[in-house]
């Protein structure tokens, strides 16, 4: 009897017999609670001609990976590699790849590529929120309407105000870009000042460039990547060269911000507060000061949610497999978000 069920839609390799050299193979781990079926779903709608395989089990992930070349999930760890016999793309669906086997896939020759600019759109929003939340004092009123008291609080604005923007990837040019209406100056932090960016001004990591622009600073937005260099990059130093009337928000990493000097900086007054959608540690834990502070707002890495997230993530695979099938006498083409190699 045909199924209404919108499974169906999709190669289930749970309930199915494994399928040979699928076109497509999708990984069993979702992310933001959502089912990864959505995900092999939206895969099938934009490739109808291909053969797209959901593995829903561990067993059925190492079989189905034997004959795929083209392999899309959450994370891929060693022990699964090494029944990949065929594969020669993986597609991380998250933007970070560092959990990943990277020296393993490189030395097998193994295309790899990221979710970069997926989150641009709901991140961006999530800073913007954050920024306004601040300037315009809601938690204040919020606390007050609590209370049933109407009495008047002091409130900020945001034109004219100065925001720099740590880290200019697709997330950090999404906030920059959301900022634009509103009239702030932007300083744009990254790797390659050279390069430019969407930002008033751009400069690099360290040096009395950075202090002179956190002096300067009255939100500061961190989009950068976890990386040596910025590992603890807001320590006591930075903090106490920020503005009292400065607030910061974080939908980095956690480690980016040196947690003991922020509740240092926080109980000080040295100032005026903080967005976390990220900590360290993370997940706070319950008796962590952070959760006490009334200027601190904390989001439990919950910034990248969006129900548009397989969708785009689909888009980017899609767009590679017909790359990829369209070059075939031809030398390898560049991938859309590739990082390895």
Known sequence: MPSNDAHDEYVDAATEPPVADPDVLVLRKG?????????????????????????RTPAAEREAIQSASFVTGMTL???LLESAEKLETFACA?????????????????????ASGVHGPNIGEHVLGAILRFTRR?????????????????AYELQGSTVTVVGLGAIGQAVCERLEPFGVETIGVRYSPEKGGPTDEVIGFGGEDFQEALAKTDYLVLACPLTETTRGLIDREALTTLDPEAVLVNIARGPVVDTDALVTALRGGRIRGAS???TDPEPLPEDHPLWTFDNVQITPHNAGHTPEY??????????????LENSEDEPVPELVNQVRP
């Open 77 to 79: 760890d060693e022990e």
């Open 138 to 154: 809601f938690h204040v009123g919020n606390r007050r309407q609590r209370r049933r008291e109407w009495r008047h609080y002091k």
């Open 31 to 55: 992310t933001h609670g959502t089912p990864v079926e959505q995900y092999a779903d939206a895969i099938r709608d934009r490739l109808p001609e291909h053969t797209v395989a959901l593995a």
């Open 310 to 323: 397989y969708d785009r993530l689909a888009d980017i695979v899609a767009e590679n497999v017909e790359r």
């Open 94 to 114: 998250y933007a970070g790849t560092g959990h990943l086997p990277l020296d393993e896939l490189e030395e097998r020759g193994v295309t790899v590529t990221n």
């Open 276 to 278: 976390l959608d990220v």
